[in-house]
């Protein structure tokens, strides 16, 4: 009986993780583009160092920054795009990478990504 109460909680807990890295990296992303790096863009207007800001910003939160993207638009200015990842760090489930059937969709659930730009939402 504890045994399996031990195991779902473990369960519990790796799904709780996994969703925090989802929700943190879509929320990092968003800053990363709306705050960091459009401002910088809007202070300097310096491309690189927009992307150094925002590069700053999400390595300090635990992310890596994919992608990021400035195009300009006309009536509303420049529009930056930030595309992130982060790995979830989980107890039981990185161990399932390694099982045959659910591997690939097991890693691509650990590794949270998103794409986020400036705009107002």
């Given amino acids: 009986m504890f045994i399996a109460a031990a195991v779902v909680f473990v369960i519990l807990l790796d799904s709780a993780h996994v969703f925090s890295a989802w929700r943190a990296v879509r929320s990092d992303a968003k800053q990363a583009a709306s705050q960091e790096a459009l401002r910088t863009l809007l202070d300097t207007k310096d491309p690189q160092a927009a992307h150094q800001a925002a590069a700053s910003y ?32 989980t107890y039981v489930f990185k161990y399932g990478q390694h099982l045959p059937l659910v591997g690939k969709w097991i890693k691509r659930l650990l590794r949270a990504h998103a794409t986020r730009d400036s705009s107002a939402d």
């Fill in 58 to 89: 999400l390595r300090a939160n635990g992310d890596i920054m994919t992608a990021l993207t400035i195009s300009d638009q006309p009536l509303t200015g420049p529009l930056v795009t930030v595309t992130a990842t982060r790995e979830a760090k």
